[in-house]
């Protein structure tokens, strides 16, 4: 049995999508910006996709901009958002300091820029508070960006709670919620956010295609200079084939939310459950404020590489932390925004599952994570100096 | 643990630097029947310009997964920094403030490449290790590993692996051990494996400029001050630039003028002192090394003739060798032999066989 546990990385494409998909490959081809008949099929296509898009996060679909994924969407967010501030004097910038890279580095560029940016704490539990953007909020605060579903331990943020504040203190409020699109109910009227990114592939859409919400009235600042298309937004040719998968991938995801949350929940709770029984482990991140499919822990004495090589070759595909970061092991940034000390932090396991995987996969990675995390164990110095009480253990 | 059927084909660990020789090596596994897996060691994090030539950045990362890719095999690369960082570059900094001159390619061979990579590896499978050394491994008609110089001489590599332990030989290949660096560069050419950089740089990784005073300043975040240049007798001769500064043997760039060609003898860290002297005075006869690793016996009995080199690129030069203590040899060279530096590793041989060797701690005059 292989079990592929790392749905937060990347998923399958859905079957669905890909029959979508396939005539905008080798029928459908035309530019939707020709003025032909096989350019104005494409067109539609493009236009009924932007508006499955914009209905399944209830938008319209004048707000929504097609990317080339949630990292392109994040980049444009974020430097709209100072731009339009900088245009007024404001230059501050608030977010946390577990976002992806996307938006850190994103941030660090206009840092260099002349840009402040304030990095809340977001507690040993992963969730930022409402206090803390409060009181962080600034005259010259331009932008407010925190994600709404962390992508290594999978904590919800309050994130309506926080465009509300920003409303009311006329700050613009940006949200990256590529963790949370098809996973739970995303409405951006009900989340009151200005942007929000989010990835086609996270909900068994095509990798290469994402989308930003950007609520009317907010001034983008193009991240690719071109065309026209985008409504002069984003230049290039659309990814016609990539956005109807898209399109299809976000109206399976949404259709039957509630029942697939309550499944893949039930999944998740025997998963922590299971490994809660390890000793010397910890689950990271606030045990309710999370996302159905997203479990984080921390097997203390172990590395994280070793873990996932074996769980590889016991047939079990999962991460350790993101995997814009691994391949590289450092300790994870989100880990140790949570205070997790960095030994601790080396030894973490990241499994995220989703409605395709079943009871059986569950029982499959409840068998082998224990026995390779005993092996490593057994065969790691560091766990003899803990077990030897020359090292204190930490958890 | 073991995750593999009894019957699958035997497994190679290659571990890949980019360059053609590991390439090549790979390949030549391949055709031995070995099933290949392809592991780059991420070593260090550090900005390299495009000129630098060093063994082990993004580049070479991207490289050898661009051989792996062209063999056909499974790629991986291994995040060690902290590991390198704790085993390399930290005893490598300390021992250079201490005065000495340490090799840590032959450090990172003893912690790293042949240890600690093998271990993180084991849930590949792997039956051997391979490398892109040019040097050979043979089994003695008593069950012992040997190891022996490249068929290549230009090419030998053996003095960096002097350290290898009987496990650690048992388990690794070296395929380029008889080949010719012609015949390695037909062998990329023929598979498409010459795209990878020509790199044959002898620097050390993480000082990829070769700049060690400015690395050690930057990553000790320590101030060497200024502090004089002194003769044998302890006479002032001048000033000089923080000790990190100066090589053992360095004739250039001390701007003393005495008159006379004077080179760097000695570094007496506690006086903040670099000794000066003639070319005649840096010639000793007699080292003593320890950490040392012995190859074709555990110990050596009585006095031994045999060969030895001080630094990589050295002739050999004949010597008598003795084992002083369990972890103690002592090298009388025939002729007194220019500029040992203590850090550096002596390696001992036979003809082409590896003797085994260790690190230099003092040399004597006699």
Known sequence: MYVYADNAATTSLSPKALEAMMPYFTETYGNASSLHSPGQRAAEALQAAREAVAAAINADFKEIYFTGGGSEADNQAIISGAMAGARKGKKHIISTAFEHHAVLHTLNKLEKEGFEVTLLPVHENGVVTVEDVAAAIRPDTALVTIMFVNNEIGTIQPIAEIAALCHEKGVLMHTDAVQAVGHIPVDVQALGVDMLSMAAHKFHGPKGVGALYARRGVPLVNVIEGGQQERGKRGGTENIPGIVGMAAAIGEATADLPAHMAYVTGLREKLIEGLSKIPHSRLNGDRDKRVPGTVNFCFEGIEGEGLLLWLDQKGVAASSGSACTSGSLDPSHVLLALGIPHEIAHGSLRLSIDVLNTPEEIDHILKVVPEVVDYLRAMSPVWDELERGLTPHLI | ?366
């Open chain 2, 1 to 366: 643990m073991n995750t593999r059927r009894a019957d699958a084909a035997p497994r190679a660990l290659v571990a890949m630097s980019g360059g053609v020789d590991s390439s090549v090596a790979a390949l030549l596994m391949a055709r031995e029947g070995y099933e290949c897996v392809g592991v780059t060691m991420k070593l260090w994090d550090g900005h390299v310009g495009p000129d630098s030539r060093t063994c082990c950045c993004a580049d070479d990362a991207a490289d050898a997964r661009a051989a792996a890719y062209r063999l056909g095999m499974p790629y991986y690369v291994m995040n060690m920094t902290e590991d390198f960082d704790r085993q390399v570059i930290r005893p490598f900094a300390a021992e250079y403030e201490a005065g000495r001159t340490p090799n840590p390619c032959v450090e990172c061979n003893r912690c790293m490449k042949f240890t600690r990579l093998w271990d993180k590896c084991l849930p590949l499978g792997c039956d051997v290790m391979a490398t892109g050394h040019y040097a050979r491994t043979e089994r003695s008609a008593d069950g012992r590993w040997l190891l022996k110089k490249a068929v290549s001489p230009d090419k030998d590599q053996s003095y960096v692996l002097y350290m290898l332990s009987q496990a650690e030989l048992g388990r690794t290949r070296f395929p380029l051990g008889a080949l010719a660096k012609s015949q390695v560069r037909a062998l990329a050419e023929e598979r498409g494996l010459l795209n990878a950089r020509k790199r044959e740089s002898q620097d050390i990784c993480f000082v990829p400029d070769g700049d060690y005073a400015a690395f050690l300043r930057r990553y000790t975040g320590r101030d060497y001050p200024p502090g004089d240049f002194v003769d044998g007798a302890g006479n002032v001769l001048g000033r000089h630039g923080g000790i990190v500064g100066y090589t053992i043997g360095q004739r250039r760039g001390l701007g003393v003028a005495a008159g006379r060609p004077l080179y760097v003898r000695r570094k007496d860290v506690a006086a903040n002192t670099v000794v000066l002297g003639e070319n005649r005075e840096l010639f000793s006869r007699r080292l003593t090394a320890n950490n040392i690793n012995l190859i074709p016996t555990d110990r050596l009995d009585g006095t031994i003739r045999c060969r030895a080199r001080v630094r990589y690129n050295q002739k050999e030069q004949p010597a008598a060798v003795t084992q002083t203590g369990p972890d103690e040899l002592e090298v009388i060279f025939d002729e007194p032999q220019r500029a040992i530096a203590p850090g550096q590793a002596v390696v001992l041989y036979d003809g082409d066989l590896v003797l085994g060797g260790g690190t230099i701690c003092r040399t004597e005059d006699m």
